[in-house]
């Protein structure tokens, strides 16, 4: 292996191996706060290493508490075998030379999409790790330790003093990377290239040059709850740039994350803020809407707000139309296939959903998917309260049924009145030897009937006798929900609440990536319960949610 490939993959190994310590020590972290009374608030109020990154950098990741507080309940060995392989191929024992000096933040940031801004040679990314350090003496010796094993690996190491700053750096030829390091004020710095450090300590003496001093972090980081022990910012333009994707809306230019603990889980609360004023937020509720008392508790998908006809014109929407067009990377919309489902009626059922329904549902609302074992496409409820203008969509409804073809009737189920929307078909006895016997056969497509003053739709009859027959096993008495929602602040505009257990399988078929994803995340997935989705924001310049990360015991 040549020298440039043992530098490259040095640096991307410890990148790689400290992302991975991030998510072990919040996982850990979530198991400490809730099963001992241990006290884990963070001393940070936000990261301290943002003086070291520039104000257009594309991202920002950091750690706001020492990792070795996890070490009480270390009890599989996974942070120690984590500490052992991040550092195997540096020869460097972490208890011993790390250890002493590791202050309560690790910060990972892309300080730059491009180092030398020359696109003939591709792009080259601009990394920077920054650990907190309680003893700069210490932390010195760690890093001239560290360089000194790398020569002895056979890497030509470099010294150079930048701004009375002393670094170290693997003298690497011209277009390659090479590792790079000095300590700065309390921080110990790792590169990829040197011109990233230099970066770094000009961001510091220039203060407007920094993140800091950018109108929008410091925006972003007023959202930021106390206590929380991980944040991230993301410059949304540069992101998408770095990306090489396109934002023909770019409503939000900037988003912050910010991860707290919570005695049933974690939640992860986002800001998206907009250099200019958006459309109001939807309406805000103070309590779980009443259509939930209908969906059973086996639902493995549940949304649930108030409102479906200003849907297009809110800031939901605007949210919608960038994140879709960047997570595809495309104009091919990737996401609705978690959706799809849904989106299968429309095609089917020949309903433009945003026409023929979403206009009229001005009140209480609530969609649920039911996978069901053995079944391909998950079962259906869809619950709308009552109000003006939905008899007269109800019938609309009816009319299109009946317009493709399907025939439209009603019975009774015990003393319940059903509405079905049903295809006829005709088939002939066998046994018949003189002439053609038929019968009719009626394929049910979908239901609905009134219960109170909401009216239920369902794709067939056996789901909507398991909302009759639901009494207190809805949705609303699962334990797992109440315990989600309690998490979520109020007022806010309602919920989408993910069962994983009962949805995994329908999420992987959607998304066949999740699969690989879950072979990395394994811990994760496999203690994962629940999680739900909100947003509570009131003012116009941002738009602010939260998801809840429910772990099983």
Not at 205 to 212: C, E, H, I, S, Y
């Amino acid at each position: 292996m040549s020298n440039v490939n043992r530098q490259r993959s040095l640096f991307g190994f410890i990148v790689a191996g400290a992302i991975a310590l991030l998510v072990i020590v919040i996982f850990g972290f979530y198991w400490i706060f809730a099963k001992s009374p241990v006290n884990v608030i963070t001393s940070n109020s936000q990261p301290g290493a943002a003086i070291f990154v520039s104000k257009l950098a594309p991202a920002m990741v950091s750690l706001l508490v020492n990792p070795d507080r996890l070490q009480t309940l270390d009890g599989k060995g996974e942070l120690s075998q984590l500490k052992t392989s991040l550092l195997a191929k540096s020869g460097i024992d972490y208890k011993q030379d790390i250890q002493p000096w590791l202050g309560n933040e690790i910060t990972l940031a892309v300080t730059t999409e491009d180092m030398d801004r020359d696109l003939e040679n591709g792009k080259q990314p601009g990394y920077l790790m920054a650990l907190a350090t309680n003893n700069s003496k210490a932390s010195q010796e760690f890093v001239e330790l560290l360089f000194s094993k790398r020569v002895l690996a056979g890497t030509n190491l470099a010294v150079e003093q930048y701004e009375g700053v002393k670094l170290l750096y693997e003298d690497s030829q011209p277009q390659q990377e090479g590792l790079a390091g000095a300590v700065v004020n309390n921080f110990v710095l790792f590169a990829n290239d040197r011109k990233v450090l230099r970066d770094a300590i000009n961001n510091v003496q220039a203060p407007d040059l920094n993140l800091t001093s950018s109108p929008r972090y410091q925006k972003a980081t007023e959202k930021l709850p106390k206590g929380s022990v991980a944040a991230a910012f993301l410059n949304l333009p540069t992101v998408a740039q770095w990306q090489g994707l396109e934002l023909p809306q770019a409503t939000y230019d900037s988003e912050i994350i910010a991860l707290s603990l919570n005695p049933k889980g974690l939640l992860a609360e986002t800001s998206f803020l907009s250099s200019s004023a958006t459309v109001p937020p939807s309406q805000l509720l103070t309590k779980p809407v009443k259509a939930l008392q209908y969906i059973p508790a086996s639902a493995g998908l549940a949304i649930s707000a108030s409102d479906l006809s200003n849907l297009n014109d809110s800031n939901l929407a605007q949210l919608w139309a960038q994140v879709k067009t960047a997570i595809s990377g495309s104009k091919t919309d990737v996401i609705s296939r978690l959706v799809q489902p849904l989106a299968d009626i429309e095609k089917s059922k020949g309903i433009n959903l945003k026409e023929d329904i979403f206009s009229w549902v001005k009140g209480e609302y609530a969609i649920a998917l039911l996978p069901r074992e053995g079944q391909i496409n998950p079962d259906w409820i869809f619950v709308v309260e009552k109000i003006e203008g939905v008899p007269e969509g109800i019938s609309r409804l009816d009319a299109i049924a009946t317009a493709n073809g399907l025939s439209s009737s009603s019975f009774n189920l015990g003393e319940q009145k059903i509405f079905a929307w049903t295809d006829l078909i005709a088939t002939t006895k066998s046994d018949t030897k003189d002439r053609p016997s038929y019968n009719i056969a009626a394929k049910v497509q979908a239901v609905h009937t009134t219960l109170d003053n909401y009216e239920i739709f369902a794709s067939n009859l056996e789901t909507i006798d398991e909302v009759l027959t639901i009494k207190k096993n809805s949705l609303v008495d699962n334990p797992s929900f109440q315990n989600s929602i309690a998490a979520i602040p109020q007022p806010n505009q309602g919920y989408v609440y993910l069962d994983w257990k009962t949805s995994q399988p329908l999420l992987e078929r959607q998304l066949p990536i999740l699969k690989l994803i879950e072979i990395f995340g394994k811990p994760f997935f496999s203690n994962l319960r629940s999680l739900t989705i909100s947003t509570y924001n009131s003012d116009t310049e941002s738009l602010k949610g939260g998801v809840f990360l429910q772990f099983y015991e």
